[in-house]
């Protein structure tokens, strides 16, 4: 993608939804990181089906010990992999509580610290919860980066890299959003939507498809 491309190519995504909000429903920073930990490898709407049963009974990592590795087990067990997770968030509230006082850290090193937290955890983390400008490289975002031209790279870890260098700083925040609603909805893996593409303009990607 063309350096001059890169403005109006966010300033598009931007007009068009202004504010953009994870999918993942949660209403402290705890809740964000235990659904962000729980949606690896599993769809926003699943988890959010889950949380919505686990939440009302244990939103806190204290909440969440009291109900035991069985108890939390059994309000997840929809979730894929949710053996491992459960096991994960247990041990990761553990630590929350023996270390931190039972608050979510602010730093990239102690969240990735945390059982089942890795480095883009520790992004959305960072940046929904705190507003930090990071970049959460999920397969979308890797896709969109590659395809779009934007950010190539061959890991996530080097696409995130360039995104950090060229996103501009206006838009640094909210980016990931944009970035993920895009290949959610419009730049899908199979079948690009070029044809409905309020950027396809500024896009790499060719041959556009047409319907």
Not at 125 to 131: C, E, K, S
């Amino acid at each position: 993608m063309k350096r001059e491309y890169i403005e109006p190519f966010f300033a598009t995504l931007a007009a068009a939804n202004p504010h953009p909000q994870s999918e993942l429903e949660y209403t402290t920073v705890f809740e964000l990181l235990a659904a962000v930990l729980l949606s690896a490898q599993a769809t926003d709407v699943g988890v959010n089906k889950a949380t919505r049963k686990l939440f009302p009974v244990a939103n806190t990592p204290q909440a969440i010990l009291a109900l035991g590795l069985e108890g939390l087990e059994a309000h997840i067990k929809t979730i894929g992999l949710f053996r491992s997770k459960a096991k994960h968030l247990m041990e990761t509230c553990r630590i929350l509580v023996e270390r931190h006082g039972g608050e979510v850290p602010r730093s990239r090193e102690a969240l990735e610290a945390l059982p089942g937290v890795g480095r883009k955890t520790a992004n959305v983390v960072l940046n929904v919860a705190f507003g930090e400008p990071t970049m959460a490289v999920d397969t979308h975002i890797f896709r969109v980066g590659n395809r779009t031209g934007l950010a190539p790279g061959k890991t996530p870890l080097a696409v995130e890299l360039q995104l950090m260098k060229r996103v501009p700083a206006a838009y640094a925040v909210d980016s990931h959003h944009w970035l993920i609603l895009l290949g959610r909805y419009v730049c899908l893996a199979r079948k690009p939507q070029c044809h409905r593409c309020s950027v396809a303009a500024y896009c790499d990607f060719k041959p556009k498809t047409t319907g």
